[in-house]
């Protein structure tokens, strides 16, 4: 079991610029970004496998959001630009020991979230 705390979300406005980091508690082999609007399912934003060997990226937020990763500190970082209304949502980190980025196998740790807002 490990524990992911995210920061970095906040109150940007639209064409701005935030970047997001997690910090889990222990090792993770993949490590991902979810994120889920008001009224709307969860979405996966990101995800990234250890070494960087698979990184995907949701259509919605492909040439806008970068994920990154410092393996030695147990850290994942989404820095996401050209920011826009529709991209406001509770972002959650996940992470799990096992290659699930790319596949439908569910993420079994999650952080708490952290509020992105995107004004007009």
């Known amino acids: 079991q490990l524990a992911l705390v995210e920061s970095g979300g906040g109150l940007v406005q639209s064409g701005g610029s935030l970047r997001l980091s997690c910090a889990a508690s222990g090792f993770t082999y993949t490590m991902g970004w979810f994120r889920q609007a008001p009224g709307k399912e969860r979405e996966e934003v990101s995800c990234?496998?250890?070494?960087?060997?698979?990184?995907i990226y949701a259509d919605s937020v492909k040439g806008r959001f970068t994920i990154s990763r410092d393996e030695s500190r147990n850290m994942v970082f989404l820095q996401m630009n050209s920011l826009k209304p529709e991209d406001r949502a509770v972002y959650y980190c996940?992470?799990?020991?096992?290659?699930?980025?790319?596949?439908?196998?569910?993420?079994?740790?999650w952080g708490q979230g952290t509020q992105v807002t995107v004004s007009s």
């Open positions: 996940a992470a799990d020991i096992t290659p699930v980025c790319g596949t439908s196998q569910e993420y079994h740790n």
């Open positions: 990234i496998s250890d070494g960087g060997r698979r990184i």
